[in-house]
T-cell receptor
Framework: GEKVEQHESTLSVREGDSAVINCTYT??????FPWYKQEAGKSLHFVID?????DRKQSQRLIVLLDKKAKRFSLHITATQPEDSAIYFC????????????FGTGTRLQVLP | DAGVTQTPRHEVAEKGQTIILKCEPV?????LFWYRQTKIQGLELLSY????????DGGAFKDRFKAEMLNSSFSTLKIQPTEPKDSAVYLCASRGTGVQDTQYFGPGTRLLVL
């Protein structure tokens, strides 16, 4: 089955710098890649996603890149702010079976003043 | 619109007890998921319902974990009997009718088994 690896378990950046969180997946059938954010003491909420028909998507300060050949996708947070501090989860699912959303183990991002 | 609600928010159980966790999905959502979240394993899928039908019953969790969805607005997760290794946060999520709709997560139930 699909395995999603999130390479950085923790990441610290200075406020205003960019943060990059990298994930890889194993199933070539995966075509939908959402990202979720979990703030301290709270549950997960959706932040951005990308589908396999594009290789880049941007929503304000968030950019997702997808490299299907390398089976790699990444979340870029530009001009980081303290409120970006949270755990970020990547996930992957095949279009034919989207109940099989497989999550990475999470990256704890700390934005330092 | 109310989001996903879960009760209780915290639960402490003795080893061997039966506990029942509850979830109310977003109104009108078709899909409901139960996950277990731990620092080591991350998010693990326990169960998945579509239109109240059980579609996925996470293999490793079948023995002592039983999720039910008696109606479209309420689901329960029963753990029987509990073991200390079940200590974790249990998350419920629901999703709309689109195959790639976003999952909306509840606040979770933090379970501690002594």
């Amino acid at each position: 089955g699909e395995k999603v690896e999130q390479h950085e378990s923790t990441l610290s950046v200075r406020e205003g710098d960019s943060a990059v969180i990298n994930c890889t997946y194993t199933d070539t059938a995966s075509s939908y890649f959402p990202w979720y954010k979990q703030e301290a003491g709270k549950s997960l909420h959706f932040v951005i996603d990308i589908r396999s028909n594009v290789d880049r998507k941007q929503s304000q300060r968030l950019i997702v890149l997808l490299d299907k050949k390398a089976k790699r996708f990444s979340l870029h947070i530009t001009a980081t702010q303290p409120e970006d501090s949270a755990i970020y989860f990547c996930a992957a699912s095949p279009a034919s079976n989207t109940n099989k959303v497989v999550f990475g183990t999470g990256t704890r991002l700390q934005v330092l003043p | 619109d109310a989001g996903v609600t879960q009760t209780p928010r915290h639960e402490v159980a003795e080893k061997g007890q039966t506990i029942i966790l509850k979830c109310e999905p977003v109104s009108g959502h078709n899909d409901l998921f139960w996950y277990r979240q731990t620092k080591i394993q991350g998010l693990e899928l326990l169960s998945y319902f579509r239109s109240k039908s059980l579609m996925e019953d996470g293999g490793a969790f079948k023995d002592r974990f039983k999720a039910e969805m008696l109606n479209s607005s309420f689901s329960t997760l029963k753990i029987q009997p509990t073991e200390p290794k079940d200590s974790a946060v249990y998350l419920c999520a629901s999703r709309g009718t689109g195959v790639q709709d976003t999952q909306y997560f509840g606040p979770g139930t933090r379970l501690l088994v002594l």
